[in-house]
């Protein structure tokens, strides 16, 4: 099974290379563009197989190494 | 005095910090990241700046379960007296031991240069060579070093006089370089024995590189 996680900053948490990025796709005139944020994705290749026990196994692993939840959100995806 | 200084693979600041409380006539001793315990005359425990697993995850985020970090919570815990420079404050906030985080800076840059900080507590036995109000020049060099803390913990930071330093012009007027809540340089722990900072002290030594005024700093662990 597949583990994809995202990482991104919290909501209120200033996202200085969104704005960044924001900015640019301004300049090149892509005006409809309300938000950016930007995360990381993290792709996790499991020997579970079993979703409940990988989903509490990635859980685990977002909370003590994958995401910093000071400042961070994750959300977790299994395939 | 003993101080012990911590090495992890990518950390590059080991040896200066070992200049600077050596020209203030400690003994030291670098510890490899390996090491399951401190040696135990430590009166002091630095965690020198750098970067850490190359930065990798998240400034600290791997070096916290290094071996030695075991042995550095407990002596914390136990009332020790640690010292988190640059990336030892990216460490010491990822491992728990002090409050909030680092992110990048608001700018992006990477920024490497003097800039000024004012003593906000003097409480303590890092800051207590110095006086609340004085402005020190210290160099700065991160790219991650924009504190961050939520509402309520800056509130108790503030009430627990755990706020040490704030980045400021040479007048002792905020100007904040990387976008830091309350433009904030340098925290303690709330029992006041673990510190934090991201300017660097120990390159601040000698008058002929720029500025001696690390020295001030370092010296309030000498006493104590």
Request: net charge negative; charged share 25%; aromatic share 6%.
């Amino acid at each position: 099974m597949k583990a994809i996680v995202n990482v991104f900053l919290k909501a209120g948490v200033l996202d200085s290379q969104g704005k960044a990025v924001h900015h640019a796709l301004d300049s090149l005139h892509f005006d409809g563009v309300k938000d950016v944020r930007v995360g990381k994705q993290i792709v996790l290749q499991l020997d579970e197989n079993d979703k409940e026990k990988a989903m509490a196994d990635v859980t685990k692993m977002c909370e003590e190494l994958l995401a910093n939840t000071v400042i961070e959100d994750y959300n977790i995806e299994l395939v | 005095m003993k101080v012990s200084i911590l090495q992890f693979p990518g950390t590059n600041c080991e040896f200066d910090t070992q200049y600077a409380f050596e020209k203030l006539g400690c003994n030291t001793e670098i510890v490899w990241h390996k090491a399951e315990s401190l040696p135990s005359d430590t009166d002091l425990l630095v965690v020198a700046g750098g970067f850490s697993y190359g930065d990798y995850l998240r400034s600290g985020a791997i070096a916290k379960f290094s071996p030695v970090m075991k042995a550095v919570a407990e002596y914390a815990k136990s009332g020790g007296k640690v010292l988190g420079i640059c990336n030892g404050f990216q460490v010491l906030t990822e491992a728990r031991l002090l409050p909030g985080a680092l992110k990048r800076n608001e700018g992006l840059h990477f920024i490497s240069k003097h800039h000024h900080l004012r003593v906000e507590n003097n409480d303590n036995i890092f800051l207590k060579k110095l006086n609340n109000g004085d402005v020190v020049n210290i160099p700065i060099a991160h790219h991650d070093g924009n504190y961050y803390i939520n509402e309520e913990g800056l509130k108790e930071l503030e009430a627990n006089g755990q706020i040490l330093l704030r980045y400021t012009d040479e007048d002792g007027n905020i100007k904040n370089p990387n976008g830091s809540v309350e433009s904030i340089a340098g925290v303690c722990n709330k029992e006041k024995n673990v510190f934090g900072l991201m300017p660097h002290p120990e390159r601040a030594m000698e008058a002929v590189l720029g500025s001696a005024d690390g020295i001030a700093m370092l010296k309030g662990f000498l006493e104590s």
